[in-house]
């Protein structure tokens, strides 16, 4: 699969494409829902809605 990378738009990056700090973020926000409903799953528990809102900032040095 192939799909176009960008920078941050502070660094002169589309806007329109996604950058490393969002899909890390996505991978991280998925990797928690799989563990949530893994341990609901293996203790007996329905898990009949679930909301996730991942929210991330990243501190520039420059």
Do not use: K, Q, T
């Not at 799909?3 to 990056?13: I, T, V």
């Not at 700090?21 to 991978?27: T, Y």
């Not at 990797?31 to 679930?50: E, K, P, R, S, T």
């Amino acid at each position: 699969m192939r799909f176009g990378r960008r920078h941050d738009p502070a660094f002169r990056g589309d806007a329109h494409r996604y950058n490393p700090e969002e899909l890390l973020l996505a991978s991280l926000a998925s990797c928690h829902v799989l563990w949530y409903l893994h341990l609901c799953a293996v203790n007996g528990i329905n898990v009949l809605d679930y909301h996730d809102e991942a929210h991330g900032a990243a501190r520039s040095s420059a």
